[in-house]
């Protein structure tokens, strides 16, 4: 059978759950091979259960500054190609402004900003030469860039000024490598997401947390702002992780290749807060 994206070959970082397992899952089914990259190696295993051959696992702290790298030679000694990099992986690390420490600002800069740009600063030699090599032989194939922003980017968020401000930078990144990377034909958007029912807004009084060295840092909101959000959604309630990771996969179709540069907002009409 012949899938949209046959031939392909794409990164997802934070494949192990959530929007990235949805993601990788959409990837593969249209016919990618998918090196799905992520902290926890067990989530990973399921993940790569889910994609019929066509995914690799890499357990990976991303943050650590060698890892990006690594992803991306694992990528091409595997497949010898690289042509969609989804940046995704991320969490939370809420608290009200005036309380935030530096580890809260840096750890979110560290993986929602630096991360992507490590990632995409490996990838960027393999993307540019098969570029050129299209180019030499009168092809012009569209490899995409797909980053994960949030509305509290562009919108802001109360007890997220850290969370915000990472995400902000992330749509800076994304719209000036559009600007460089438009002429090599490798299309750079980013989806920034609303409320979404992953680990990450499940009720705080779940228990949920992320593990990050030594550190074990709560996720999840309270029941009430759960409560209040979903109502603030005119489609009436928060997105699955599929999706979610539809509004990805849109963007890594041939039928986005004249979408570049854009934030494509997929809240389910969310529109509070300042734009
Ligand atoms: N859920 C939402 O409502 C929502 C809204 C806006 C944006 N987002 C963004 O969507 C993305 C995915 O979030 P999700 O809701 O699916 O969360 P999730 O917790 O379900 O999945 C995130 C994955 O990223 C991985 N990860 C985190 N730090 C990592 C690191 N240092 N190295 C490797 N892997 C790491 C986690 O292990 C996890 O598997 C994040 O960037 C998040 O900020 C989510």
Redesign the pocket.
């Known amino acids: 059978m012949s899938g949209l994206l046959d031939g392909r070959v794409a990164v997802v970082?934070?494949?192990?759950?959530?929007?990235?397992r949805a993601t990788a899952v959409l990837l593969a089914g249209h016919g990618a091979r998918v090196v799905c990259?992520?902290?926890?190696g067990e989530?990973l295993k399921g993940t790569v259960e889910l994609l019929d051959g066509l995914g690799t696992a890499v357990a990976?702290?991303?943050?650590e500054p060698a890892?990006p790298a690594e992803v991306v030679a694992r990528t091409v000694d595997e497949h010898g190609q690289l042509d969609i990099v989804v940046n995704?992986?991320?969490?939370?690390w809420d608290g009200i402004f005036h309380k935030m420490s530096d580890e809260q600002l840096s750890a979110m800069l560290d993986?929602?900003l630096v991360?992507p740009f490590r990632l995409l600063r490996a990838a960027a030699p393999v993307l540019r030469e098969a570029a050129k090599r299209d180019a030499a032989e009168g092809r012009e194939i569209f490899r995409k860039v797909v980053n994960?922003?949030?509305?509290?980017g562009t919108m802001g968020n109360v007890g997220q000024a850290n969370?915000a401000a990472a995400?902000s930078a992330l749509v800076g990144l994304t719209k000036t490598l559009a600007k460089e990377w438009g002429p090599l034909k490798i299309n750079v958007n980013a989806v920034?997401?609303?409320?979404?029912?992953?680990?990450?807004?499940a009720d705080a009084d779940e228990g949920g947390a992320?593990a990050?060295g030594d550190r074990r840092i709560p996720?999840g909101i309270p029941g009430a702002v759960r409560e209040r959000a979903a109502a603030g959604i005119p489609l009436g309630r928060?997105a699955t992780?599929a999706e979610?990771a539809g509004g990805i996969f849109l963007l890594c179709t041939p039928w986005s290749n004249f979408v570049h540069g854009q934030v494509l907002t997929v809240a389910g009409g969310q529109a509070e807060g300042m734009s």
């Open positions: 970082t934070g494949a192990g759950r959530g929007i990235g990259a992520d902290i926890d989530a990976t702290d991303l943050t890892a995704n992986a991320g969490y939370t993986i929602h991360v994960v922003t949030s509305i509290a969370y995400k920034a997401f609303g409320f979404v029912e992953t680990r990450l807004t992320f990050h996720l928060p992780p979610a």
